[in-house]
Structure formats: structure tokens, C-alpha cells
């Protein structure tokens, strides 16, 4: 019998040694004295963050007491969201070279709002524009890593 317990402890310990090979793969970037900012930056927090959430989550579930509750298998709409999820995902790695970040960040994150949390349309798309203008100016413009910008911003 699978309890939430047991799978905090197996996902708290998969994502530690996620952010582990994710510090690892960062220390591999090759860098130049080019960068106002180190292209391993980025990866290096994102992956102590991985791996500190993971660690964090497998001590917790560790310590705590009882069996927890049983983990349901999700049926059929569970598994469509599940699976309309890791496409939206699949397609936006796909398009992010071509459509550059804003664009693909906007579009991920309003379809995303509006088909997980059955939002309005105006929310979902407002959401999106701002976290799209916010990458384009953290990330491009302030940070200046190397995202593609897209066709739209190249000029």
C-alpha cells in the first residue's frame, strides 16, 4: 500500500539528487569573463533550491509520525491533465528558440492558468503577459543571460 508518506520520502530524495545533478551538470558550463553575470549562476541556484525543496521534504516526511493517508491513483481526468501538462511543457521548450522567451513564457503560462485552474480568460492572459514582460526584463535585458528573445524582440 502506497502512503503519502512513503512517496514525500521517495520525491524528497529523487529531487535531492536532482538538484545534486543539477549543481553537477552547472559546474560543467563553460565560462567567459564576457558575462556580467556567470552562465552557472542560474543553474546553481535553482539546483541548491532543488535540492535544499528535496531534502526538505524527505526529512519532514521522514520524521513524521503514522502511516499518512493512501495515495489514490488518478483516474481518467487526472491522467488527461496530467498528460495535457507534459505536452504544454514539451511545447514550450520546443518553441522557446523560435517564439524567445516572452513569447513562449506568455503562452505557457496563460494556457496553463486557464486550463489547470479553469480561469478567466482575462486572468490567464494577464498573468501570462506579465510574467512574459518580467522574463523578458529579469532575465534578458537586467541579467543579460542568453535566452532567445525571439523574432519579435530582435532588432
Known amino acids: 500500500m502506497k502512503t503519502l508518506r512513503s512517496a514525500d520520502i521517495v520525491a524528497g530524495l529523487f529531487l535531492a539528487v536532482l538538484g545534486l545533478l543539477t549543481l553537477w551538470a552547472a559546474s560543467n558550463i563553460v565560462t567567459t569573463m564576457e558575462h556580467r553575470l556567470s552562465p552557472r549562476a542560474l543553474p546553481y541556484a535553482i539546483g541548491i533550491l532543488i535540492f ?20 489514490q491513483w488518478p483516474d481518467a481526468i487526472g491522467i488527461r491533465i496530467i498528460g495535457v501538462t507534459l505536452v504544454a511543457i514539451g511545447l514550450y521548450n520546443a518553441f522557446l528558440n523560435v517564439l524567445g522567451l516572452p513569447i513562449a513564457t506568455f503562452l505557457y503560462i496563460a494556457g496553463s492558468i486557464w486550463y489547470l485552474n479553469r ?23 537586467m541579467l543579460g543571460l542568453s535566452f532567445p528573445e525571439g523574432i519579435f524582440f530582435q532588432g
Open 52 to 71: 535544499g525543496c528535496g531534502l526538505g521534504m524527505a526529512v519532514k516526511a521522514w520524521k513524521s509520525h503514522g502511516a499518512g493517508p493512501v495515495i
Open 119 to 141: 480561469a478567466k480568460w482575462m486572468t490567464a492572459l494577464l498573468t501570462g503577459l506579465i510574467c512574459g514582460t518580467l522574463s523578458h526584463f529579469v532575465f534578458i535585458r
